[in-house]
């Protein structure tokens, strides 16, 4: 996710998200305020140094909340865009450069980011970490046995709907319930009835195009596998049955103008505020945004899965973790226990953003609060979360070669989207990791 994200959810979308469910998602954490780059300074304040991909506002009620339990301390936050973090961790870790203290880390790279040394061994902290996320986070946040970064979030994707486009088109709305989730299938024949009938331009929007976090769950759904096996985890296997029927599906999408073409992921959300398509499958990160239409009649479900298969669900988000090169290593921890350890630091991290806490006690308080303050388009919102984190939920694969498999796999996500033969687009990605992960091994 997260989301997710997601590893590619953009600055420019987090302006939009606003604070619309500050209240639910942080409690009275939601009223804190600071710039998320700094404190007051002095020459008797020693300073966190942290880098990450949100912007300064999502991270402010968090570094103040730090920063006002420990008066000496100041935390310096720099933002750098998603889609360029990783390159910039690796060029200045890979340089020892001791000017990062703690930084972002998207969870499927922790096993490449350990194993170039590049994550301190959190082993003091591992039994507090135990007690206090959930397994599923403590273990994504670990690697070979060694907690090498703290989860911070998780995530997971609804099937948001227009209910006045459905009405148009005669179309009763998805149940709430995941007992009652829909299938693909009947998802897009509602949405060509509304593309018929209420003069919808597309049937269906994926947030997620050409996101591996997106399309993961399409291709488990039918038993595809994750696309990475082997005992080093470096062979690929992206040319399964499974892979190929849901790849056929994700090509037809936009080669039947049931998706569009030429849009990028970060603007598809306003072709469904706009009334465009009747489905949008997104992140918890839209329910701020879409809170703000007045006139947007829309509601959330679970998300689909293929007839025949089973239910899955993307899930993971981001980790914190300390460069090995700094020279404030304490100092780090000490404000990563806070965000990620502590009930009131947590939910300070969600206070600003409608994201979702992975430690035990914030997440059920998190998730109170927005049943507390559900209203008819979120009434079910919590519920699903609850249930797809426990049942459904599938992370992305654990393996080194993790990076090049998103960047080769996204790749080829663009050319069968684009009209690409499946077939023989599977064939070319997986020939292309297996040259790319030689040098791994």
Known sequence: MN???????????????????????????AGCSSSGVSGASGPSRETVRFLGPETPATFAPVIHGFEKAHPGVRVAYTAVPPAQLNDVLQLRLSAEDSAIDVYCVDQPRIPALSARGFLTDLTPVSERARAAVTEEQYEISSWNGTLRSLPVWT????????????????????????????????????????????????????????????????????????????????????????????????????ADGLSPRG???????????AGRAPFFVGGPW??????TFKNLTWGTAPQPYFEGGRPVTPTDSWSWGINPYSSRQNLGLRFMEYATLTTAGSLATVAASPLIPSHRTAFEQYAAGLEKKATRSTGGVAAIMRYELEHTAVSRPRSIGYTQFETVLASAFSDI??????EARLTKASDELVRTWERLR
């Open 3 to 29: 989301r997710a994200l997601s590893s590619t959810r953009s600055l420019s979308r987090r302006r939009l998200l606003g604070t619309a469910l500050a209240a639910a998602s942080g409690g009275i954490l």
């Open 155 to 254: 995530s997971t994707q609804y099937l948001f709907y227009n209910a006045d486009l459905l009405k148009k088109a005669g179309v009763d709305v998805p149940s709430a319930g995941p007992a009652e989730r829909w299938t693909w299938e009947k998802t897009l024949d509602a949405g060509r009835r509304a593309m018929k009938r209420a003069g919808c331009d597309y049937a269906l929007v994926l947030e997620q195009t050409d996101a591996y976090y997106g399309l993961q769950p399409l291709v488990e759904s039918l038993g595809g596998g994750s696309g990475i096996t082997g005992r080093d985890m470096l062979t690929p296997a992206v040319t399964t049955d499974g892979w190929q029927r849901a790849m056929r599906w994700y090509g037809k999408l936009f």
């Open 263 to 273: 849009i990028t992921s970060f603007q598809l959300s306003s072709l469904f505020t």
């Open 286 to 291: 839209n329910l701020g945004s879409f809170a």
């Open 417 to 422: 989207r684009n009209g690409s033969p499946v």
